[in-house]
């Protein structure tokens, strides 16, 4: 169902100079999307981040709200889904990250809450060795209890080997778009394409029109990075955009694997630097996620909704951090705890898992009931 709003959240979006930081500021203190379009220059400088040019952008923003209104239609016509990041259904993972996109657009009907997601990327020119790693790691997920999703972009090599061997083998996977939906690149994948559509979802932050940019691929990689717990690059040479988004996951405080190769290849030089600078875990089984990512111990977990639940000493750690602070947001648990953003948001969904927590929009959680720990 299309809400009123919709058209002033899109909006929003397209005014130039005005990042999703600034876009949730100004909304959080208007009070509402709409609001932001009705309130005077004056009063939007009062936001948090918000300057005298940001707040003329702004005033001047009212322009493109009937290119909006035909986004909307386009939106209606294709069966697409938009979602606005204080919608239930917005991935949690990506909600965490502090330039989230303001919306994002859906075609499929999956869900990402409450799931274990992984990201794959790797060289466009990737090897047969590397194709051949990619599908036996993707295979080996396949064959463990944690059903992850999968997700990468699309692109030739390593993107689509991981898209493909996912859907061969029963996994949920995911590609996220550098443009709008209505065109494809690259066209060769139209077929996968429809095949994630039916089986996993096809995600992007462009609307309809928009131009095929350098940038735009590399906020593509944002999301692709802020979607997962944990990242993993297949091959990559010293220089590329999987290395981007790996920097871009280890900025989230998400894990990032790599998977090492011969010193003389060049599509390792990327990969085999992750390790050594200590930005990836050295990855040579499934074996290793399900340890770093502490899914081991989580999967095995007999989860059963009572009134007295057995917690762990983290979890009471948790726990009684969220009975102490009142509506607490994610940063500041990192800070008290001493953990890491990964640690943390891992921590926070096993415990939403189990019912024992409840999160809010604006990275803010709160516990969802009386619990004995």
């Not at 009070?31 to 940001?54: P, Q, W």
């Not at 011969?262 to 390790?275: A, H, P, V």
């Not at 009134?307 to 009471?316: A, G, H, Q, T």
């Not at 607490?328 to 024992?356: A, H, N, Q, R």
Request: charged residues 25%; glycine residues 6%.
């Amino acid at each position: 169902m299309i809400d009123n709003t919709l058209k002033y959240k899109i909006a929003l979006g397209l005014i130039p100079g005005i990042g999703p930081i600034t876009a949730k500021s100004v909304i959080a203190y208007t009070g509402g999307v709409e609001n932001v379009f009705k309130a005077r220059k004056e009063e939007l400088t009062k936001a948090i981040g918000v300057g005298e040019y940001t707040a003329t952008q702004i005033v001047k923003g009212k322009k493109f709200i009937k290119q909006a209104e035909d986004e909307v239609k386009f939106i209606i016509k294709n069966k697409i889904t938009p979602l606005f990041y204080t919608d239930e259904d917005y991935p949690f993972l990506l909600k965490q990250c502090p330039d989230a996109p303001l919306m994002i657009f859906v075609k499929g009907n999956l869900k990402f809450n409450k799931r274990k997601v992984i990201s794959i990327v790797g060289t466009r020119n990737a090897t047969i060795q590397g194709k051949e790693n990619c599908k036996k790691i993707v295979k080996s997920l396949s064959e463990t209890n944690h059903n992850p999703i999968i997700v990468s972009g699309l692109a030739y090599g390593i993107d689509i080997c991981a898209h493909k061997t996912a859907l061969k083998f029963g996994l949920d996977t995911v590609s996220v778009f550098a443009h709008g939906f209505d065109k494809l690149y690259p066209a060769n994948h139209k077929k996968t394409a429809s095949e994630i559509k039916e089986k996993g979802a096809l995600i992007t932050e462009f609307i309809s029109g928009s131009k095929f940019e350098r940038q735009n691929f590399l906020k593509r990689n944002r999301i692709i990075a802020g979607l997962s717990q944990a990242t993993i690059v297949i091959e990559s040479a010293k220089k590329g955009g999987s290395l981007v988004t790996a920097d871009i996951a280890n900025s989230y405080n998400r894990e990032v694997f790599a998977v090492p190769g011969r010193l003389e290849d060049k599509y390792s030089e990327g990969t085999n630097w992750l390790i050594k600078t200590h930005k990836a875990f050295l990855l040579q089984s499934e074996k290793d996620i399900e340890y770093i990512l502490n899914w081991e111990e989580s999967h095995t977990k007999h989860i059963q909704k009572t009134l007295f639940i057995e917690l762990s000493n983290d979890e009471k750690e948790m726990a009684q951090i969220l009975s102490d602070n009142k509506n607490i947001v994610i940063d500041d648990i990192c800070k008290i705890t001493g953990m890491t953003m990964s640690k943390v948001s891992s921590m926070l969904l096993e415990m939403e898992f189990k019912g024992l927590v409840r999160s809010l929009p604006g990275k803010i959680y709160e516990l969802a009931g009386n619990i004995n720990f």
